[in-house]
């Protein structure tokens, strides 16, 4: 028998049980919806960070400082660094200080960072108008500042602010740029910025210690050189490695990586056991329906089926409500997507391998699952299975 | 064209051992007409599911057409079955989400013809039962000797040798009843050899040749001169 002919059976017996064939699918459709709907949400969050990280420079290496004792380390001394061949470039800051900013009468408490002028840029930051901090400001500690595009919105309800003057713990600082406005789907990453020169900051909140050192390496290849000379440097100025931590953005992406990876398969493996209980489901109903069609398949072997074509028919059967099931499931997923999507604020996609995954599971179950009651059928005796009522 | 030597059948019921059949030969040419007669219990039906090949005898030899079957596997039988045996049960046994024609095709697909080809054969047997307007019916939209003749249509489908009929009239008024017996007559006189299973002897005389089989041995056997059609 042609395979074309036993999907036709399939097909029309399946058509005569419409609404049990649904009712059996649902475990699948259900199991398919779950699956696609919680890889495509923790894997498009994922690419979001992933971009949002990747945006901040994947060649820079950080050593935040937290000593005790005071470092006496200046902006100047940092060059030293500069000598390395891995280390293209050096930025400092100093700790962020809550601080509350004052524009007429609107009021925020925000934490101000003293950056040098190179921070803006090897932190990849893109200004909506403006400039940034120049070399100019730091040599002469101006009180000019750059903010974020939400700060300036709460302050002045506009981002058109270049120019306005705000007060900074009672100090008065010139805005000279405006960060650009976030991208919606930042995934909750955006943090609220406001950069002062260096110099400035040291005087302002007396403190002259560094607490941010900031290399960027000459290349993606000595990223690791790179981190492994600042951290010879922090340990030779803070003694205590428990006071300083060196990390690099790329290490950060592969601890992501492999935290989103985890919960990927965590998600995926629990919304796999619904799948595998709608399979067994479907094993259930193939069971009843293969006694219900006992006299059936008595007829069949009777004008001349083979075991191979009753087997056939009853694997097609499992299979083909599988694949229905599982493309009702994707589908019903598309719907739960959308709705992520605007729920979470974020760009949710399905991925062609998460719908090919969870349609080659789909055809797995039918297979799996619909063995066993298939080879039942094809073993019924015929004159047993005739003289069935 | 069949021939049955000293087949032997026994069941096991419970503690009971049923001999069901008990050293039965006969054979059967192949253009006989042939009534196999005798009482509920009497191992009628056992010998026409060993004939029919959906079953296997204990012990014994059994041919067709000079082939000996009693080593056939399942699936051999089960070809065998497709080409050269024709069924056509008291319960008609048509599938009912199927249409006549469709019921007509199965055995058909079964051997895997084209589409064309089960076509014409469909239509032929078809013609030969007088069903062609009905075809696209199906069997609960037919009367009982209506689906009687679908069945015999998907017997003739595949041009088999034998037309095995089991009480082909059992579950029908007597009117219709013998339109059916008419009808294997006219097929038997275009050449189809046909045995029936019956327990109704009025029935049993319309076939040129009686074997009446008691407590599974065969009582008496007409021969081919009892011919009373």
Known sequence: ?389 | MINLQNIKKTYVMGENVVHALNDVSVSINKDEFVSIVGPSGSGKSTLMNIIGCLDIADEGVYEIEGQNIMEYTENQLSTLRNEKIGFIFQQFNLLMKLTAYENVELPLIYQGLPASKRKVQVINALEKVNLVDRMHHRPNELSGGQQQRVAIARALATKPSLILADEPTGNLDSHTGHEIMELLRDLHRQGNAIILITHDNDVAKQAERRIHIIDGKIDSDSGREGALV
Do not use: H
Request: aromatic fraction near 6%.
């Open chain 1, 1 to 389: 028998m042609k395979f074309n002919q036993a999907l036709k059976m399939a097909l029309s017996a399946l058509r005569a049980n419409l609404g049990r064939s649904f009712l059996t699918m649902l475990g699948i459709i259900i199991g398919v919806f779950a699956v696609t709907v919680l890889i495509s949400i923790v894997g498009s969050a994922t690419n979001e960070m992933t971009d949002s990280i990747e945006g901040m420079g994947a060649d820079l290496v950080t050593s935040i400082w937290m000593s005790p004792k005071k470092t006496y380390v200046t902006v100047d001394d940092l060059d030293e660094l500069l000598e390395k061949d891995s280390i293209k470039d050096v930025a400092a800051t100093t700790g962020g200080s809550n601080s509350t900013i004052k524009a007429g009468t609107e009021v925020v408490d925000v934490s101000v960072t003293g950056v040098t002028s190179n921070y803006a840029l090897m932190q990849e930051q893109v200004l909506e108008r403006g400039r940034f901090l120049s070399d100019l400001d730091i040599e002469l500690n101006t009180s000019k500042a750059v903010i974020d595009y939400d700060t300036a919105i709460d302050l002045f309800k506009t981002d058109y602010c270049v120019g306005s003057t705000i007060s900074i713990n009672g100090e008065e600082f010139e805005i000279v740029g405006v960060l650009e406005k976030p991208s919606n789907n930042m995934g909750g990453m955006n943090d609220t910025v406001v950069n002062i020169p260096i110099t400035t900051a040291q005087r302002m909140y007396k403190n002259t210690e560094l607490s941010n050192i900031i290399v960027q390496a000459t290349s993606a290849e000595t990223v690791d050189a790179a981190a492994q000379e600042l951290k010879i440097y922090s340990k030779r100025v803070i003694k205590d490695s428990d006071y300083f931590m060196v990390y690099s953005n790329r290490e950060f992406l592969d601890i992501l990586d492999e935290i989103t990876g985890i919960m990927s398969a965590v998600l995926g493996g629990i919304a796999s056991i619904s799948l595998l209980v709608g399979g067994i489901g479907i094993m259930n109903i193939m069971l009843v329906s293969v006694t219900e069609r006992t006299r059936e398949i008595g007829i069949r072997k009777a004008i001349g089926a083979k075991k191979m074509d009753i087997l056939v028919q009853f694997v097609i059967e499992a299979v083909v409500l599988c694949i229905a099931g599982g493309l009702l499931g994707l589908l019903l997923g598309y719907a739960g997507i959308a709705i992520a999507s605007q729920l979470m604020d974020m760009a949710v996609s399905m991925s062609l391998s998460t719908i090919m995954l969870a349609l080659g599971f789909s055809v797995a179950v039918g297979l799996v699952f619909g063995i066993y009651p298939a080879n039942k059928a094809s073993n019924l005796r015929p004159i047993e299975a005739l003289r069935y009522e």
